[in-house]
Nanobody
Framework: QETLRESGGGSVQAGGSLRLSCASS????????MAWFRQAPGKSREGVAL??????VYVDSVKGRFTISVDNAKNTLYLQMDNLEPDDTAMYYC???????????????????????WGQGTQVTVSS
């Protein structure tokens, strides 16, 4: 069973930056999809960013501000968040789907159930 653990959340002012990390207990294979989701109070869980090998997908609201990446040597997923806005305030979760088909990357962020493994979450709070 794969385990994921997020870190790097915190409180920042609007316009600031944070870098989230997600450590995996096993190797992040090229065929796996790794993703970041977020959930604010009273709202549903929203897919933010996904990476499969070299392919990346972002929700429109974070495109140009957030960058998803993987360090294979450290078995770690990252989310670099720049120019943070108050609407980015949420609990952020990392997720993994093993044997993720390349054709599934375009829509995977719309399907929470597609991902098999989840971290515990890390809180991001952005003040104005």
């Amino acid at each position: 069973q794969e385990t994921l653990r997020e870190s790097g959340g915190g409180s920042v002012q609007a316009g600031g930056s944070l870098r989230l990390s997600c450590a995996s207990s096993g190797m992040i294979y090229r065929s796996a999809c790794m993703a970041w989701f977020r959930q604010a109070p009273g709202k549903s869980r929203e897919g933010v960013a996904l990476i499969r090998d070299a392919a990346t997908v972002y929700v429109d609201s974070v495109k140009g501000r957030f960058t998803i990446s993987v360090d294979n040597a450290k078995n770690t997923l990252y989310l670099q968040m720049d120019n943070l806005e108050p609407d980015d305030t949420a609990m952020y979760y990392c997720a993994m789907r093993l044997f993720c088909q390349a054709s599934a990357t375009s829509n995977a962020l719309r399907d929470v159930a597609y991902f098999q493994y989840w971290g515990q979450g890390t809180q991001v709070t952005v003040s104005s």
